[in-house]
């Protein structure tokens, strides 16, 4: 019945954009009613995804497919269906926002398109998330990996956005071929590709399989260093796609990891150190490239990195917690990461959609242009704000909760006997490390692009439509549930971590038990704050001081100009020092010149390292290598002489060597 | 039998003969749907063999035939369209010289006579040279000479290494005869050093034909020069000819029990052809010239296939079919693409999916296929070879496919992303070459098969497919 | 007969050397035809009894007219159309392209020796001669400039398998005689030099100047 | 739990006194009489009754700021154990609900700064934010030496019972701990020599600077909150400090308390006998603390 009604509700979000299609006469009605069947699958597909986590058993469905290997061979689990719900909820949002901020009546075609890949790439990753077929799972991969790339080039007319998009195409590619070999290996070691047999066979983790996995699905999920495609296509593409990407579309990767490594009875140590360590460096250093980032989505693109790098750290921790069979370290690894998943994909996405509101109305992304827009936006800028405490892990939002499971997870692991495994608690002050750039990093998007005065004539007129705001506010709701309730999922985490564990559900009880009356207190907790601030501002209010209006106090400047404030820039600038190291910075100078200086200027951007330092030059090399490679033969003569020496290499390989 | 060969050649003759330019091409459309329709017919009625069995539908014939018979059609179709904006160019020799290319093909493709299918493909040379240089500009003349010289020096090649097969077989008790099933029956019988000459020789010549590197040398060329019409009947139903025959020369090879070096060499080609073609597929400029190293590399993917064995052969000749469907949508696709702004070059040509949405499209889609995205049928063939080399424990030459399979597809994504998308104002334009009906359909028409084969691989074709690789050998 | 076939065999050995050495166009055609006449001797030569007069004598007089008569006269008739300057114009120096081919002979001659023939009572000197042939065509082919020189080249290097064929004529005579096609892509290759008239558009026949700087 | 509010109560009533201490402490140091101790109590009730002067640049952020500020802080000190009694709400891994807390309280502060749009305070927000993001993972490397040590994962596990004995077991270690954590509480608190709370050139000023252009009972709510931060860090400091030398009933509160006098003395002479550091040379301290700790850390798990 569960998956019955994820079915569906894939097959209404695939066709969602035929609605689009057919009534393209009438573009607002058409928008709408994609939109309406969009939802309408999304709230099937919820629903099924609610209704097994309910049932906390999985439901399966068989159905032949004549491809080679492939069958139709359908799975909804608990992981499924905790990955479910970002999968049809986000785009479910970033429809309904789309219909305002992407409408069909101004954007014609292109909106046509995007909305046909929207449903698509929704229908496919669902897709993805039941799939219990090695090629079923890879054709999922590869319709939605080419959905996205249809979503990036959505704005095909600028330069910059095909490229972000052929960078994006070419990563998603190469992690498909990974996947190739990766489940080429699964399937003729264990003679069969249906996941379930897979799993039966007992196959032993190799080295081989790890890398093809990590390289593949963590090229999807943006790891730091295959993380290079990922900054240019979340901010060529429109807000509401980017809240997809971002939110959703990478954390098809982690989903990967997850299913794969739940084929395996058991894992080596050693693959839950690399994940941990791969993660600690990409949250960290996701941060760090977020905040020298002067443009907003690609900054907020660059914090998808981190939390990615914070749920890969959970699921590195439950990796160690299989491998040395210390079920709290499971428990906390593994809920903490898909916790993490979901929250990132409901705090990403809101903060993706403010991101383009303000976009949209300011008409740049540029943070140093901006300022002050919460004057007029006020709406956007205190749901962003929300977003921003979300995702800076602060309390008592849901960032906080996921977060602070994985803390407990690396907490746990101090305790453990088993050599070396205490040592993983050192990501632990990474965690606190990243939690404090990330909230440096956040307290600079919101102060100076919603808070102050505007620094440049960028200034919006209005704030934005209902339409855009409701869905932001919907997500805003739900990072509040989780936050307030963390308790509420625990039982749903704990079902698909034994599950993937291959472990029954009471050895995860004693853990859980703990963790849901530790996470109770946590509602406490936030309770005593709301009620302190909302007591605090009763008492304040009531005090009702002489308010007097008044210049902001300028140290003595005679006249302080909108321009003299702190920009994004000289905010970070202290931090980003301290990771020069990783940086490839890119100034611009134009140093004042003689007594009277007309003009001076300074720009400086900071291209990715991977991207600009690593992957350009290899590959203008490349073209260099082949240009010259391709000098050779274009006579007539030296085409023959090519014939006549492969015919006498081959008869002497033959004859004298083989 | 006889009549599916002969049938072309009569149109052919009526198509030479007849002095009215605008009615030749319906001699080509013609020729292609009789043929279609008689393919139809042999393939349900499975008639008994022609010619004292130099003509069978074996296994094989049965896999390329068809997909051939298609192909040309499509681009009989396709014609139509193309040849009435071509007043400019007499098509006496280009219909007439189509319909002569397909009755050689069908021979090549039914042949069991190795020294018929050799004539055959003589004839396949000859008939398309003249259509290289149907555009009459000195590049097209370069390029035939080319094609036609290294070809011809290919075929002499072949000859020689048919003739060793004929005298391995001349051995005390052996068959004297060069009929497939006389030579796989003899076996061990075959003298072993002249079969292991007569492979080398012979791998040299069909190779040429198919373009497998370094033999490839004339194809970036001809296909680049050629119409698109053409570049589709080459690399879609020549080249996948010349792996037919490869392959049948394998088979006797495996009964003579000189396999296990056809098929490393056969291996060591393939990889070859994979990364030359990533070497020349980077940065490239010319749209059609990038389809022909594409078709370089696919070459090399079905030497790989047919040399690993097994699984991966049987894929192997799965992959023929996709990669002939998938070519021709691309050619033809390139080839509306390249009149349309009257250049190739991605320096001038941008925004094709806006100017020409359908071909536009489906150069990026066949493009896509091609390379082995889901859910088009060539992604479960490159991913059977994979796995088959993967299941036969060959991981090194495995992990070489991938990598070369990944740096082709970022090189022709760089150029088809080029073309693609974009905004068309300011690039060159050539009047009245918008998408129509004919020079549109056809190749819809073949990327819909793609698709389908990716969506579902009827019961019937795996059994064929695996039946065609059991025939090559283990 | 045997010793007749013999010089025969001999002969073509050193007419391939000749070829390579020659420095003049029309030479270099008369050395082809040459070898395509003495060619067309050997089937008569070494015809066994049990294959019909009438194949072995229509084998003999196809290669004399066309290898002999035909296509030498072909090229003749082009040089003079499409006025190709006389010289041969080696890529390959003609010492260096001797000693390639003296090499070729001594791999051939190796090579034949490895090889047991299955039909003993052919005459042992074929093999190598048919294998010094190819690769001198081969060397043709490779090594001169001009388009005319490799029309050249490919008809000495189809003279070869001609030779190798006459193994076959007593079991399969049609497979012989279809190796006859490969003189008709010679014939193809050189009418397209007079009717595509390449001197025209390239103003010679040099085909180094038919590639232009492209990748 | 009556006697874990009564510390409770009790800490929020001390906040300000602790200030007092220090500023005595220094004016000692100085050789002047200074302000009495009580001085922060009644600044307070004057900034209370008096008006406020909103810039018009501000908007809501700016007058939430010290609310969400002082109502974290205050959550905070729910987690701490004072006295003797434990912590009148703990759960494992509370420890990084109240770092978070502070967090919290860092982000509201910041952002009003930043709503002013000055550039003097988006400095001092730039400042706080930076050398908190680094001051940081030493703070946690501290907490997790002491649970490593005592094997607890709360606060009031930590502080409790147990650390005494992880004293004996494991000095060298705690040691390190305690002084990562003190260098962590002077950072935190914006204290010599990371920060100057007295300085009146802007330039130069980290905390300061940020509430520049609040007044009224908006600065005493801020007022109070660093008082109280400074005792939340305090106390800590003291109980792990002090966690050698156990004692039962009042005479734990009344050794707590003489913890918390000598944390301020500390503080104090660390004021008087140091000069504030270069700002670029902030980084180097907390680093150094971190790296401390980790020694720490590695002393344990080795």
């Not at chain 1, 990590?214 to 807000?239: E, I, Q, R």
């Not at chain 1, 400086?604 to 991977?610: F, G, Y």
């Not at chain 2, 050093?193 to 198919?210: D, I, N, S």
Request: hydrophobic share 55%; net charge positive; glycine share 10%.
């Amino acid at each position: 019945m569960s998956l019955v009604l994820v079915l569906a509700g894939i097959a209404l979000a695939a066709s969602s954009g035929l609605a689009a299609l057919v009534r393209r006469r009438q573009p607002q009605l058409a928008q709408r009613s994609a939109c309406a069947v969009l939802l309408a699958g999304a709230v099937l597909g919820i629903a099924g995804a609610l209704l097994a986590l309910g049932q906390g058993r999985a439901a399966q469905i068989h159905a032949g497919w004549s491809a080679p290997f492939a069958s139709l061979e359908l799975r909804l689990d608990g992981l499924s269906a905790l990955f479910l719900l970002p999968i049809f909820g986000i785009p479910a949002a970033g429809a309904v926002y789309g219909c305002s901020y992407y409408p069909q009546a101004s954007h014609g075609n292109h909106a046509l398109r995007l909305q046909g890949f929207y449903g698509l790439i929704t229908a496919a990753m669902a897709l993805l998330a039941v799939a219990a077929n090695a090629m079923l799972f890879l054709a999922a991969w590869e319709v939605m990996a080419l959905s996205g790339f249809f979503l990036v080039l959505t704005e095909h007319e600028r330069e910059e956005t095909r490229d972000a998009a052929f960078v994006y195409l070419a990563a998603a590619h190469i992690g498909t071929l990974a996947l190739f070999a990766l489940f080429a290996l699964l399937g003729s070691r264990s003679g069969s590709f249906d996941f379930e047999r897979i799993a039966r066979a007992g196959l032993a983790p190799g080295a081989g399989i790890f890398a093809l996995m990590l390289a593949g699905f963590g090229l999807k999920a943006g790891l730091m260093p295959l993380h290079f495609w990922l900054p240019g296509a979340h901010s060529a593409a429109p807000s509401h796609v980017s809240a997809v990407l971002s939110g959703v579309l990478l954390k098809a990767g982690i989903y990967g990891i997850l299913r794969v490594s739940g084929l395996f009875p058991v894992l080596p140590a050693w693959w839950g150190f690399a994940v941990l360590a791969v993660g600690a460096v990409s949250a960290v250093l996701g941060v760090a490239f977020a905040l020298a980032q002067h443009d907003l989505k690609r900054l907020l693109a660059y914090h998808s990195v981190e939390n990615v790098g914070i749920i890969a750290m959970g699921v590195g921790m439950a990796f160690i917690g299989r491998a040395t069979g210390e079920p709290a370290l499971v428990l906390l690894g593994f809920g903490g990461g898909v916790l993490h998943v979901l929250n990132h994909a409901l705090f990403k996405a809101l903060l993706f959609l403010g991101a383009g509101s303000v976009d949209r109305a300011c008409g740049t992304r540029e943070i140093d242009l901006l300022g002050g827009v919460a004057r007029v936006m006020p709406i956007t800028a205190a749901l962003f704000l929300f977003g921003a405490v979300a995702i800076s892990g602060l309390p008592p939002l849901n960032g906080f909760v996921s977060e602070w499971l994985v803390y407990l997870a690396s907490l746990r692991a101090l305790f453990s006997t088993v050599p070396l495994v205490a040592w993983s608690s050192l990501s632990a002050p990474v965690l606190a490390l990243v939690g404090g750039l990330a909230a440096a990093c956040f307290a600079k998007v919101v102060g100076i692009v919603f808070l102050g005065l505007p620094r440049s004539g960028r200034r919006p007129a209005g704030e934005a439509s209902r339409g855009m705001l409701a869905p932001m506010a919907a997500l805003a709701l739900a990072c509040a549930f989780i936050g307030l309730f963390p308790a509420a999922l625990l039982p749903a985490l704990k079902h698909a971590a034994a599950e993937w564990a291959h472990v029954s559900p009471s050895l995860l009880e004693e853990p859980a038990r703990r963790a849901a009356s530790s996470a109770s207190r946590i509602t406490v907790a936030a309770a005593i704050l709301l009620g302190l601030v909302y007591g605090l501002a009763a008492i304040r209010r009531r005090r009702a001081p002489v308010t007097t209006q008044s210049q902001t106090w300028g140290c003595g400047f005679a006249r302080p100009t909108a321009r003299m404030q702190y920009t994004g820039s000289s905010f970070a600038r202290m931090l980003t020092l301290r990771f020069g190291w990783a940086f490839s910075p890119r100034a611009r100078v134009e140093l004042p010149a003689g007594p009277f200086p007309a003009r001076a200027s300074y720009h400086s951007q900071v291209p990715d390292t991977v991207l600009a330092a690593a992957l350009v030059p290899a590959s203008r090399a490349a073209a260099l290598v082949a240009s010259r490679a391709r000098r050779v033969q274009h006579r007539v003569q030296g085409q023959a002489l090519l014939v006549g020496m492969t015919l006498v290499a081959l008869l002497a390989w033959r004859f004298l060597f083989w | 039998m006889l009549f599916v060969v002969l049938a072309p050649l009569a149109f052919s003759v009526l198509a030479l003969l007849d002095p009215l330019a605008a009615r030749r091409p319906r001699a080509l459309l013609a020729g292609g749907l009789t043929h279609l329709a008689g393919v139809g017919w042999l393939i349900v009625a499975a008639p008994s063999p022609a010619l004292h069995g130099w003509l069978e539908l074996d296994p094989l014939a049965k896999v390329v035939l068809p997909v051939i018979s298609l192909l040309f059609a499509a681009c009989s179709v396709y014609a139509q369209g193309y040849l009435a904006r071509r007043r400019d160019r007499d098509n006496r020799l280009f219909v007439g010289g189509l319909l002569i290319l397909l009755s050689a093909m069908t021979v090549v493709a039914t042949s069991q006579h190795l020294g018929l299918s050799w004539v055959a493909i003589e004839l396949t040379t000859l008939s398309t040279a003249p259509l290289i240089y149907f555009d009459k500009s000195a590049r097209a003349l370069e390029a035939a000479w080319k094609y036609l010289l290294v070809c011809s020096l290919g075929i002499a090649l072949a000859l020689l290494g048919t003739f060793f097969l004929a005298l391995a077989s001349a051995s005390t008790g052996g068959p004297h005869s060069l009929l497939l099933s006389d030579l796989v029956r003899a076996g061990h019988m075959l003298s072993q050093a002249w079969v292991r000459a007569g492979f080398a020789f012979l791998l040299v010549g069909y190779g040429t034909k198919m373009g497998l590197a370094p033999l490839h040398s004339w194809k970036p060329d001809a296909y680049g020069e050629a119409p698109g019409i053409l570049g589709a009947l080459l690399s879609g139903g020549v080249t996948s000819l010349g792996f037919v025959s490869l392959a049948r020369v394998v088979q006797v090879c495996s009964a003579a029990g000189e396999a296990a070096f056809a098929r490393d060499a056969l291996v060591a080609m393939g990889l070859f052809s994979m990364g030359l073609a990533s070497v020349y597929v980077i940065g490239q400029r010319d749209f059609k010239r990038m389809l022909a190293y594409s078709s370089v590399e696919h070459m090399g993917i079905l030497a790989f296939g047919l040399g690993l064995g097994g699984v991966a052969t049987s894929s192997a000749m799965f992959h023929a079919v996709n990669n002939a469907l998938t070519k021709g949508v691309l050619f033809l696709a390139a080839g509306n693409i390249h009149r349309s702004y009257g250049s190739k070059l991605v320096d001038e040509v941008r925004g094709a999916a806006r100017r020409l949405p359908v071909s536009g499209s489906l150069f990026l889609a066949g493009f896509l296929a091609i390379t082995g995205s889901p859910p088009f049928g060539p992604f479960f063939s490159e991913f059977s070879i994979l796995n088959g080399a993967l299941g036969a424990g060959r991981y090194a030459v495995g992990a070489l496919y991938l990598i070369f399979l990944s740096v082709i597809f970022v090189g022709m994504g760089a150029t088809v992303l080029k073309v693609v998308p974009g905004d068309p104002a300011g690039a060159p334009e050539v009047a009245n070459t918008r998408d129509s009906l004919a020079t549109a359909g056809p190749p819809l028409f073949l990327m819909a098969l793609v698709l389908a084969l990716g969506l579902h691989l009827p019961r019937g074709l795996k059994v064929l497919f695996d039946a065609a690789a059991a025939r090559v050998g283990t | 007969m045997k010793a007749f076939a013999e010089m025969v065999f001999i002969l073509v050995v050193v007419i391939d050397f000749s070829l390579l050495v020659s420095s003049r166009l029309k030479a270099v055609i008369r050395a082809a035809a040459a070898q395509g006449a003495l060619l067309s001797v050997l089937p008569l030569l070494l015809s066994s009894e049990r294959v019909e007069v009438g194949h072995v004598l229509a084998l003999s007089l196809g290669a004399l007219v066309v290898k002999g008569v035909v296509i030498p006269w072909l090229l003749t008739v082009a040089i003079r159309e499409a006025r190709i300057r006389r010289e041969v114009e080696p890529i390959v120096g003609f010492i260096p392209s001797l000693i390639l081919g003296a090499v070729g002979v001594a791999l051939a001659f190796a090579l034949s020796n490895g090889m047991p023939l299955p039909t003993p009572e052919k005459h042992d000197l074929l093999v190598p001669t048919a294998l010094s042939t190819v690769w001198t065509g081969l060397l043709l082919v490779v090594s001169r400039r001009k388009a005319v020189s490799q029309v050249i080249g490919f008809l000495v290097l189809e003279n070869g398998v001609f030779v190798f064929g006459l193994l076959l004529s007593d079991f399969m005579p049609t497979m012989v005689e279809a190796g006859v096609l490969l003189d008709l892509v010679a014939a193809v290759f050189v009418m397209g030099i007079v009717m595509f008239d390449i001197n025209r558009e390239f103003s010679s026949l040099d085909t180094e100047k038919l590639s232009a700087p492209k990748d | 739990m009556a006697l874990s509010l009564f510390d409770l109560f009790l800490a929020l009533l001390l906040a300000p006194l602790l200030l007092g201490v220090v500023n005595r402490v220094k004016s000692i140091f100085a050789g002047r009489r200074g302000p009495p101790l009580w001085q922060l109590y009644a600044d307070l009730l004057r900034l209370w009754r008096k008006g406020v002067v909103y810039s018009h640049t501000t908007t809501w952020v700016f007058r939430a700021g010290p609310l969400v500020a002082v109502a974290a802080l205050l959550t905070a000190a729910l987690f701490l154990p004072f006295g003797g009694a434990p912590a009148a709400l703990s759960f494992s891994g509370d420890f990084v609900l109240f770092a978070y807390l502070l967090g919290l309280a860092r982000f509201a502060t910041a952002l009003a700064a930043l709503d002013t749009g000055s550039s003097f305070e988006g400095m001092g927000a730039a400042r706080e934010v930076t050398f908190a993001s680094m001051a940081e993972p030493a703070l946690f490397l501290c907490l997790v030496t002491l649970a490593k040590a005592t094997g607890g994962l709360s606060l009031t596990a930590i502080l409790g019972p147990a650390l005494p004995e992880a004293w004996v077991r494991f000095a060298p270690a705690l040691l390190l701990a305690a002084i990562a954590l003190f260098v962590v509480t002077l950072a935190e608190n914006s204290r010599i020599p990371v920060d100057d709370p007295n300085t009146h050139l802007e330039l130069t000023m980290i905390h300061e600077v940020m509430v520049l252009d609040h007044s009224g009972p908006d600065f005493a709510l801020i007022q109070y909150g660093t008082s109280l931060k400074l005792f939340l860090s305090g106390a800590l400091f003291a109980r792990v400090a002090l966690g050698f030398c156990e004692r039962e009933g009042l005479l734990r509160l009344a050794l707590f308390l003489g913890g918390l006098a000598g944390f301020a003395t500390l503080v104090g002479v660390v004021e008087s006998t140091m000069a504030r550091l270069r700002l670029s040379r902030v980084p180097q301290l907390l680093v150094g603390a971190s790296v401390l700790s980790a020694f720490g850390l590695v002393l344990l798990l080795r």
